[in-house]
């Protein structure tokens, strides 16, 4: 299965993007900390070489190691040290990771909408963290073509690529195999789905839905918290 994902409206995302970068002061590039490597949008040099750029680690709930996540407020005040009127910052990452839940919390409410789902934000919403910050909350974009197809299996494990587009069954039983690479104990397709029960009538293996427990498993932690960029040291 060869992935890749670059529907139209991430062109033109990638558009307003390079427009809106004259009005803004730092950018936010928020990285998922299971596979920050893997989500590094080459597709975003073009901007992160313009502007102060401070990376926040998401979802270090999820990785193994203590995880490290910035204080924005606390970056923004080294890079701005003199008191600034307002202070624009726009948010930027693939999708799915975790740039509205981010700001969400460094506004104290829910002013952006999120969800498991990528491709949730599709336009460019202003939100007022408080009276100094403002946040520029943009579409999660991919990059036109995903060359390195590991790279592109970790963005789908944690939910990056929409699950609609792929064959899911072979991108779990992939998942498992990975898996086993990175340390956990080995388990195959159909023993994970006949020990919850996934079957059709005549006891076939009900693949659909043993393959969607698979990631939700995953992406929930329940399988362990893996470095997923560790896969793409072995196939470099």
Same mark, same amino acid.
């Given at each position: ?19 809106? /970068? ?70 930027? @990452? ?24 990528? @491709? ?40 990056? /690529?929409?699950?609609? /587009? ?30 919850? @029960? ?39």
């Amino acid at each position: 299965m060869i992935i890749n994902w670059f529907p139209g409206h991430m062109t033109s995302s990638l558009r307003m993007l390079e427009k809106q /970068i004259s009005q803004v002061d730092v950018i936010i590039y928020v990285l998922d900390a299971r596979c920050m490597k893997s989500c590094l949008n080459p597709e975003f040099q073009k901007f992160t070489q313009r502007k102060p750029v401070i990376f926040f680690h998401s979802k270090t709930d999820l990785a193994p190691g203590t995880g490290h996540r910035n204080d924005i407020v606390a970056e923004i005040k080294k890079l701005f040290p003199v008191p600034k009127k307002m202070v624009r910052a726009m948010v930027i @990452g693939v999708p799915n990771s975790g740039k509205s839940t981010l700001i969400n919390k460094l506004a104290n409410k829910k002013k952006t909408l999120t969800g498991d789902k990528p @491709g949730i934000t599709r336009t460019k919403q202003w939100v007022t963290a408080d009276d100094h910050l403002w946040l520029m909350d943009t579409p999660g974009i991919l990059w036109p073509k995903l060359e390195n197809q590991q790279i592109a299996r970790n963005l789908a494990y944690i939910g990056t /690529i929409k699950d609609d /587009i792929l064959d899911i069954v072979e991108l779990s039983k992939q998942l498992l195999a990975d898996l086993t690479i990175l340390g956990h104990p080995a388990i195959s397709f159909e023993d994970f789905g006949r020990k919850r @029960g996934y079957l059709l009538k005549g006891g076939i293996l009900d693949e659909e839905r043993c393959a969607k427990a698979i990631l939700l498993d995953f992406r929930h932690g329940k399988m362990g918290k893996y470095n997923l960029d560790e896969l793409i040291d072995n196939t470099e």
